[in-house]
């Protein structure tokens, strides 16, 4: 129950964030909105990789070698997300200092103002 709930509220976050970078005419919305859908994809990794009834990976006393397999629980997505976790992080603050070049040359962070490129 609580793996299905938190994959149906990561995939609500991916669609908040998407509707929200598609709707929004400000780039700093755009990338909030952006920022929501990297945190639902997380929360779905994480969701999904969920298992009930089993422990963290570490071997010691608690959890002997012959019933490691049937007792802890698979790492990677974990691993994945905290690598995700940081590479979204670079991505934010790289888009953030682009908005904030284009602000200090454009005095404006409407996007529909930015028609350098257009036919």
């Known amino acids: 129950m609580i793996a299905q709930l938190s994959i149906a509220t990561g995939f609500l976050l991916i669609l908040i ?3 929200g970078a598609l709707i929004q005419r400000n780039i700093l919305r755009m990338i909030v ?3 929501v859908a990297d945190t639902g ?3 779905v990794i994480v969701a999904v990789g969920f298992m ?3 422990t963290a990976p ?3 006393a608690a959890v002997p ?3 490691a397999a049937a007792r802890i629980i698979d790492p990677l997505p974990q691993a994945l997300v905290l690598t995700a976790i940081v590479i979204g992080l670079g991505t934010t603050a790289l888009m953030l200092a682009y908005a904030f070049k284009l602000y ?3 005095r ?5 103002k930015f028609t350098d490129l257009r036919g």
């Open 104 to 106: 200090e040359k454009r």
């Open 17 to 19: 964030g998407l509707y």
């Open 41 to 43: 994809v997380n929360i």
């Open 65 to 67: 070698v012959a019933d």
């Open 52 to 54: 009930a009834g089993r």
């Open 58 to 60: 570490i071997l010691d």
């Open 33 to 35: 909105a952006f920022t």
């Open 108 to 112: 404006t962070l409407d996007i529909d």
